[in-house]
């Protein structure tokens, strides 16, 4: 198995995520500026085998949508005429915002850092990506 990219996207930022090349792990990349993120990938896929980008589907509590779906779905697309190569899987993302922040504040972070939303962007996108690991042990 080759890695898998996890991605929390916004309009501002990106939180990036990746697997290790077994794709047990996930790990934080980063946050990229959203009109970044096309080359950012690109130049990241010249280094490392990517299957799969995983990318935070916005729900409500009804399951229905979120209004995130209408920037989400054009980059969804762009994403697949892009990287034609690549399985694109969008999965929930609801919560992820208030774990990253939950795990911010169990793990002792000052205020200042809990504020830090590229750091939330890019844990987001780790929770993300652990959520949709683990989803794909159970079958």
């Known amino acids: 198995m080759n890695r898998v990219i996890g991605i929390d996207y916004g309009k501002k930022r ?10 047990i792990v996930a790990t934080a990349l980063g946050t990229v500026a959203s009109n970044e ?16 980008i995983v990318v935070g589907h916005p729900k409500q509590m009804d399951n229905s949508d979120s209004q995130s779906m209408t ?3 054009p980059f969804v697309k762009a ?4 990287f034609p190569d690549k399985k694109i899987e969008m999965y929930d993302e ?3 915002s208030v ?10 972070a000052k205020k200042h850092v809990r504020q830090d939303k590229a750091l939330i962007d890019s844990m ?6 652990n959520s949709w690991l683990e989803s794909k042990k159970n079958f």
């Open 99 to 108: 774990l990253a922040h939950k795990a911010l504040i169990e793990g002792g």
């Open 71 to 73: 920037y989400i779905t």
């Open 14 to 23: 990106v939180g990036v995520a990746v697997t290790d090349p077994c794709g």
């Open 124 to 129: 987001s996108a780790v929770i993300i990506l």
């Open 37 to 52: 993120i096309y080359k950012f990938l690109e130049e990241y896929f010249k280094r490392e085998q990517v299957d799969t």
């Open 94 to 96: 609801r919560f992820t």
């Open 79 to 82: 994403l697949t005429r892009k």
